[in-house]
């Protein structure tokens, strides 16, 4: 209750001396006239876009023309998704909320001016800005990680995957791939690459992970029943192992060991935008943005933060859901600040979490239990169908031609192959319990 007050006389004392400095609007007449910048328009930031209403000027400024699906982009290396299918045109989705979307990147905010400026010269005025920047590749400052590791955060990067692995497989000597890292990303990849690859004796992978275990955060189950299934498999696992360095061709471990690549994925995890230190929001260039319970920056209140940009201490591992439900109450946060009512605060919600290792295993994790069958890859897929129709509805005909083009590649590159393959048909009925 204590805290709730001095908050309340916080955001009392701001708006007090925004009055004082000349530079507020009073609720009633930002009502109409509010200016909101969202610097971002992914899961977060699309999401604060299309639950605001039409009367504000909201203005989104993304780097890249589409919105992209990223818990399903490793799907792009076996190539059961396509491109097109993992993307929705943020400019149709934003401009149908009624709102403006700016293609550009955003180079810094200044929360003092209440401007956003950007590469190509923009400088938008803002009332209430809100980060939604997500995260980019993090090389942990490996030596080549940057020049010859593949990175696996974008449709684009893992398209690029894709293309590569399919040059390759070609050759007529030993392949060898070798993924770095062992946590969702590298298992995804590892599992898709099985999916497409796995009878060709010719191609060796290779999976490097710092750890102990595969997939360190879940039960020890997982890491048991993955080795066990891989063993069948030309893969071998690298665990409580460092890369060192990165050469073209070369990866060099802690051991001492050197791998021969000829295609190196990285998945070493996120860092966060230089934007967020650029524009003052963070002291040091790994922190992620400090927010209170209402999801305002602790150094600017008219700065709120979405998704992975916040530094959210209680949240153990940054998901796409929790950036929409984040994204969610800052609209509302916004939506209550101009009308002068009490901001909500944020309650994470917990859901299962789904790690799809290509055609061969599903693993939904719960807590300290998970639970492994082939069939439970319908879940993720279906989640992806539901927040892909969540952000675009069938109204209109590229919506319906979306839907159509996402819903018959499900059917046919995921449901039939799974149906009409023996492999696959004996694993159906293999439902575990991993502990
Ligand atoms: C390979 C992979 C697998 C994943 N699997 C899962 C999963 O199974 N389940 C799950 O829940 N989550 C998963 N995640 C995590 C999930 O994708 C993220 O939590 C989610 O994307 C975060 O959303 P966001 O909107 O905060 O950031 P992002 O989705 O990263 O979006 C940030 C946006 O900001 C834009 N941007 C950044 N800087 C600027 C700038 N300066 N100017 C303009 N625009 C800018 C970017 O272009 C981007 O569009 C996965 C992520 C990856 C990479």
Redesign the pocket.
């Known amino acids: 209750m204590h805290t709730v007050n001095v908050r309340r006389f916080q955001q009392q004392r701001n708006w007090m001396a925004l009055k004082a400095s000349g530079k507020h609007k009073s609720p009633n007449k930002m009502q109409n006239s509010a200016k909101i910048a969202i610097?971002?328009?992914?899961?977060?930031?699309?999401?604060v876009a299309i639950n605001l209403p039409r009367r504000y000027q909201v203005s989104v400024?993304?780097?890249?023309p589409y919105?992209?699906?990223?818990?399903?982009?490793?799907e792009l290396l076996s190539g059961v998704k396509k491109v097109k299918s993992l993307r929705l045109n943020r400019k149709r989705l934003i401009e149908r909320a009624g709102h403006q979307f700016v293609e550009?990147?955003?180079?810094t905010i200044d929360p003092v001016k209440k401007r956003i400026y950007?590469?190509a010269r923009r400088k938008l005025p803002f009332d209430y800005c809100v980060v939604?920047?997500?995260?980019?590749n993090d090389t942990l400052g490996i030596s080549g990680a940057a020049r010859f590791g593949m990175p696996?955060?974008?449709v684009a990067d893992?398209q690029r995957i894709g293309q590569l692995m399919k040059r390759i497989i070609r050759r007529d000597r030993r392949v060898s791939l070798v993924i770095v890292g062992g946590g969702?990303?590298g298992i995804?990849?590892l599992g898709e690459i099985l999916r497409r690859y796995r009878r060709y004796p010719r191609l060796e992978v290779h999976l490097v992970e710092k750890k102990q275990r595969l997939l360190n955060r879940v039960p020890a189950g997982i890491d048991r029943d993955l080795r066990k299934t891989c063993q069948s498999f030309n893969v071998r696992f690298h665990t409580s192992s460092r890369v060192t360095k990165l050469a073209r061709d070369k990866v060099w471990l802690s051991s001492g060991r050197k791998l021969m690549a000829d295609a190196i994925i990285w998945?070493g995890g996120?860092a966060p935008?230089?934007?967020l230190r650029k524009s003052g929001l963070t002291h040091n260039a790994a922190d992620w943005v400090a927010v209170n319970e209402f999801l305002q920056s602790t150094s600017c209140d008219s700065i709120f933060v979405?998704?992975?940009?916040?530094d959210i201490p209680d949240l153990k591992?940054?998901?796409?859901?929790?950036?929409?439900d984040?994204?969610e109450l800052v609209a509302a946060n916004i939506k209550s600040l101009i009308a002068g009512e009490e901001l909500k605060t944020l309650r994470l919600s917990s859901?299962p979490?789904?790690?799809?290792f290509g055609d061969i295993q599903t693993y939904v994790v719960l807590g300290s239990i998970a639970v492994a069958s082939p069939l439970l890859a319908g879940l993720?897929e279906a989640?992806f169908q539901a927040v892909m129709t969540k952000f675009d509805p069938p109204r209109g005909i590229s919506s319906v031609v979306n839907l159509y083009g996402r819903t018959s590649e499900s059917l046919f590159n995921l449901t039939l192959p799974a149906l009409l393959s023996m492999f696959s048909l004996r694993q159906l009925t293999n439902l575990r319990i991993l502990t």
Not at 39 to 47: C, E, H, K, M, P
Not at 61 to 64: C, F, G, L, Y
Not at 132 to 136: D, E, I, M
């Open positions: 610097v971002g328009a992914n899961f977060a930031g699309l999401t400024v993304d780097r890249h919105f992209e699906f990223l818990p399903n982009i490793h550009d990147t955003v180079t950007t590469s939604a920047t997500g995260g980019v696996f955060k974008t893992c969702l990303e995804e990849a998945t996120a935008t230089r934007l979405a998704g992975d940009a916040a591992s940054k998901q796409a859901y929790h950036a929409m984040m994204g859901r979490k789904i790690i799809s993720k989640i």
